[in-house]
């Protein structure tokens, strides 16, 4: 990907920067749902949150590194106080599913009835079905050196490997330990004297501030952001990104988030296949065929062979007996 730039061409730069935004929201699902066994329907929440709030708030202040960080934070917040009444209150998995994804729906239709001239926060229109317009990065220490397209992806495949790293870092230390074990058991988390309401909350708050990170990337992708990005079609890609990719790891839902988003590009270019079907059928098949997904059924095959081939070796170690001639 360093020498994408180089050698594509800029529509399919433009196209990479979007699909590297929809990795990251498949990132911060996977790890809600993976790693704290949170099953969120409503994770573009965030992600149209984070795409509007850096779109207000470049228009208005003109800085997108300040719009940015507020992009993230705007996720995060909103995570966290959704967060807040729904582990609280003790809502059960399926429930909570439901809650954020009618809370998606809220914000879908709100945001489409906001056409009107009224509708502004500050100088930025938020233009109902026709969205508002995201300013292009510039850098940090100069507003009026925009960066190009080619500029944008690096920023997006930066953004993603630095999310990717930290997810794995959060992952693997205490609070990623207290997780899994809530996931796993949240009766016998709490009777081991872990607040796992607190716990929860934390990592539901890291992933709506990834998913605004994706928001923020998703508006320099397209360069608008509307109400579509609240809308159920991201909501249930997002789900099948996560199941194709493999639940449990960090990797998958970031391949799953490629693979169909090529799949989806794909598809978009004949009239033969309706893509909603297509995309229908794939998740079953993966389901039925695949359960674990992609990545764990890979590494549990990878692991098999190196078995296979340290038993090969310990045969080969062992040598023969030699044999008594007869008298």
């Known amino acids: 990907m360093l020498v994408a730039p180089h050698v594509l061409a800029l529509f399919t730069i433009i196209n990479l920067t ?3 935004a929809l990795a990251l929201l498949g990132l911060s699902l996977g790890l809600v749902w993976g790693s704290g066994g949170i099953l969120c329907f409503g994770q573009t929440a965030f992600f149209g949150l984070g795409a509007y709030v850096y779109a207000v708030t470049a228009q208005n202040f003109g800085d997108t590194t300040l719009a940015t960080l507020f992009a993230i934070a705007a996720g995060a917040a909103f995570a966290g106080l959704l967060g807040y009444f729904m ?4 809502i059960s998995d399926v429930y909570l599913g439901v809650t ?3 809370v998606t729906l809220i914000l879908f239709n709100l945001f489409r009835r906001t ?3 009224e509708y502004r926060i500050g100088n930025a229109l938020l233009g109902g079905f026709n969205g508002t317009s995201a300013p292009p990065l510039h850098m940090p220490w100069d507003t009026g050196a925009m960066l190009l397209p080619q500029d944008v992806f690096y920023v997006a495949m930066g953004a993603l490997i630095l999310a990717y790293v930290g997810c794995a870092l959060l992952v693997r230390s205490h609070f990623g330990r207290v997780c899994a074990a809530i996931r796993e058991n949240e009766t016998r988390a709490e009777l081991l004297g872990y607040d796992s309401r607190l716990y929860k909350l934390g990592l539901f708050a890291v992933g709506g501030g990834l998913a605004g990170l994706a928001g923020m990337l998703i508006a320099n992708g397209i ?4 109400p579509d990005l609240f809308n159920l079609s991201y909501a249930a890609q997002a789900i099948i990104w996560v199941i194709v990719g493999g639940r ?3 990797l998958g839902p970031i391949f799953g988030a ?3 988003f090529w799949l989806t590009s794909w598809l978009g270019t004949q009239s033969m296949f309706n893509s909603n079907i297509v995309l229908g059928l794939v998740l079953i098949v993966f389901v039925l065929l695949l359960p674990r997904g992609v990545v764990p059924t890979l590494q549990k095959l990878a692991r098999g062979s190196q078995r296979q081939t340290k038993r090969e070796r310990a045969r080969g170690r062992r040598r023969p007996r030699a044999s008594v001639p007869a008298e």
């Open 223 to 226: 360069g608008r952001v509307t």
């Open 100 to 102: 954020t994804l009618t």
């Open 87 to 90: 582990f609280w209150g003790r």
């Open 18 to 20: 979007t699909a590297i």
């Open 115 to 117: 056409s009107g001239p």
């Open 258 to 260: 490629f693979a169909v």
């Open 248 to 250: 449990g790891t960090l």
